[in-house]
């Protein structure tokens, strides 16, 4: 079975502060995983996925197997930043990705 | 170039009857994916199709169905609704039938009644 825990179902943050999102996932075998984002009013769209390892708007993310995580780091939140984020996991089952339950993130002026 | 389109936006239904949503991948993407997110909740997998072949299918029961067309649109297909039913459907696309990083429709919402 796969399952993705964020613990956090609200973050607030002021502007310029640092934010981690967390997330925890089980998987028995080798995962990809991804973090989604929902601006307000707009679809969900990739944000970044592990294997790539790039930066995309300032975010990071790197999976750490040993504490079956993949937190997402900003050093500097941005208003804008102020979104639904959600961690997933594709594993087993040919493309399908479990979500966890999301984060809403509030980035305050 | 569009990207993914779901119709209708929104439907409301009453619980026994039955619903057909659509969905029209990327051009050149040959896998769509289907997902139901029930308010307050991540979105849960429900099929994926891939070259017209089931390929995935997630804990739902057998009143949910789907099917993918010769132009690799699809249709998610739910019978004998219930309230629980009631959720926003979404549709992904993506050019290979595995390793997601999907492109997402913008969803319709099912309210049933």
Same mark, same amino acid.
């Given at each position: 079975? @796969?399952?993705?825990? @964020?613990?956090?179902?609200?973050?607030?943050?002021?502007?310029?502060?640092?934010?981690?999102?967390?997330?925890?996932?089980?998987? &028995?075998?080798?995962?990809?995983?991804?973090?989604?984002?929902?601006? &307000?009013?707009?679809?969900?769209?990739?944000?970044?996925?592990?294997? &790539?390892?790039?930066?995309?708007?300032?975010?990071?993310?790197?999976?750490?197997?040993?504490?079956?995580?993949?937190?997402?780091?900003?050093?500097?939140? @941005?208003?804008?930043?102020?979104?639904?984020?959600?961690?997933?996991?594709?594993?087993?089952?040919?493309?399908?990705?479990?979500?966890? @339950?999301?984060?809403?993130?509030?980035?305050?002026? | 170039?569009?990207?993914?389109?779901?119709?209708?936006?929104?439907?409301?239904?009453?619980?026994?009857?039955?619903? !057909?949503?659509?969905?029209?991948?990327?051009?050149?993407?040959?896998?769509?994916?289907?997902?139901?997110?029930?308010?307050?909740?991540?979105?849960? *997998?429900? *099929?994926?199709?891939? +070259?017209? +072949? +089931?390929?995935?299918?997630?804990?739902?029961?057998?009143?949910?169905?789907?099917?993918? *067309?010769?132009?690799?649109?699809?249709?998610?297909?739910?019978?004998?609704?219930?309230?629980?039913?009631?959720?926003?459907?979404?549709?992904?696309?993506?050019?290979?039938?595995?390793?997601?990083?999907? !492109?997402?429709?913008?969803?319709?919402?099912? !309210?049933?009644?």
């Amino acid at each position: 079975a @796969q399952r993705v825990t @964020q613990p956090e179902k609200l973050l607030s943050v002021f502007k310029g502060a640092p934010v981690e999102l967390k997330c925890n996932y089980s998987y &028995s075998g080798s995962p990809e995983l991804f973090w989604y984002v929902q601006y &307000s009013r707009q679809r969900l769209q990739l944000l970044l996925r592990h294997i &790539s390892r790039e930066s995309i708007k300032g975010f990071t993310a790197d999976l750490n197997k040993g504490e079956t995580s993949f937190h997402l780091k900003k050093p500097f939140a @941005q208003e804008e930043d102020s979104a639904m984020y959600y961690c997933a996991l594709s594993g087993t089952s040919y493309g399908k990705l479990t979500f966890g @339950q999301g984060t809403i993130l509030t980035v305050h002026p | 170039d569009a990207g993914v389109t779901q119709s209708p936006t929104h439907l409301i239904k009453t619980r026994g009857q039955q619903v !057909t949503l659509r969905c029209s991948p990327i051009s050149g993407h040959k896998s769509v994916s289907w997902y139901q997110q029930v308010l307050g909740q991540g979105p849960q *997998f429900i *099929f994926q199709y891939y +070259e017209k +072949e +089931e390929r995935g299918r997630g804990n739902f029961p057998d009143r949910f169905s789907a099917r993918q *067309f010769p132009n690799y649109s699809s249709e998610l297909n739910v019978n004998a609704l219930l309230l629980g039913d009631s959720a926003l459907y979404l549709c992904a696309s993506g050019i290979t039938g595995g390793g997601p990083g999907y !492109t997402f429709g913008s969803g319709t919402r099912l !309210t049933v009644v």
